[in-house]
């Protein structure tokens, strides 16, 4: 099956650093998605992006699916940023299977 | 809140009873996933659904079950339980109507399951 690799596995940061996590599929996809799993546990949606770049606030994110792999920029990093970061991604139709994760955590 | 309903929030049996974990999709959603999260082993998918219809199976064992039921909740079944069924599962949904939204995946705040 597909297999879905995130770097880095943990990052620490200072508060308003910049920093960049990776994304990396074995195989072509359908859909893919970011996600911020926050302290409390709670999966959050943070961009759809099959293809192409996305932005939102502080938050970016760009995917070149024919290179597979998607790249997620997270700009002035905040202690609300910490938490795992998923990508998932939809190899064939109808399951999303998900990234080993990125543990960040932002120090004030 | 992303409209997904999961219940109950917390749920603490012992080995070898059963339980049932309820999701209702976000209003308009015609597909349900359900995912488990432990510690070791990450966000695994377990099963899907489509209006009412099982559409993909992934990592379910075969003492847990799935239906999702004419008004498009689900309900997940598990049985026989074991002290490693401990985790976090995750109920989420999505349109499934068009190709421009494609299945964009909304999750519900999940049910931590402690099995004793």
């Known amino acids: 099956g597909i297999q879905v690799e995130q770097s880095p596995p943990d990052l620490i940061l200072q508060e308003g650093a910049n920093s960049t996590l990776r994304c990396n599929f074995s195989?072509?996809?359908?859909?893919l998605q970011w996600f911020h799993q926050n302290p409390w546990g709670q999966l959050i949606n943070l961009f759809y992006?099959?293809?192409g770049t996305k932005q939102n606030g502080r938050l970016s994110a760009t995917t070149v699916a024919t290179e597979r792999y998607s790249l997620l920029y997270i700009s002035s990093s905040q202690t609300t940023d910490s938490g795992v970061y998923f990508c998932?991604?939809?190899?064939?139709?109808?399951?999303?299977?998900f990234g080993t994760g990125t543990r960040l955590k932002v120090l004030a | 809140d992303s409209g997904v309903t999961q219940t109950p929030k917390h749920l603490i049996t012992a080995t070898g009873q059963r339980v049932t974990l309820r999701c209702s999709p976000r209003?308009?959603?015609?597909?349900v996933y359900w995912y488990q999260q432990s510690l070791d082993q990450g966000l695994q998918f377990l099963i899907q659904y489509y209006n009412g219809e099982e559409r993909a199976k992934g990592n379910i064992l075969e003492r847990f079950s799935a239906q999702q039921f004419p008004d498009l909740h689900s309900e997940l079944n598990l049985s026989s339980l074991e002290l490693g069924d401990s985790a976090l599962y995750f109920c989420a949904s999505s349109p499934s109507r068009d190709r421009v939204s494609g299945e964009k995946l909304f999750f519900g705040s999940g049910t931590q399951l402690s099995v004793l």
């Open positions: 992006i099959p293809s």
């Open positions: 998932a991604v939809m190899p064939g139709t109808y399951k999303y299977i």
């Open positions: 209003s308009g959603d015609l597909s």
């Open positions: 195989d072509s996809v359908n859909n």
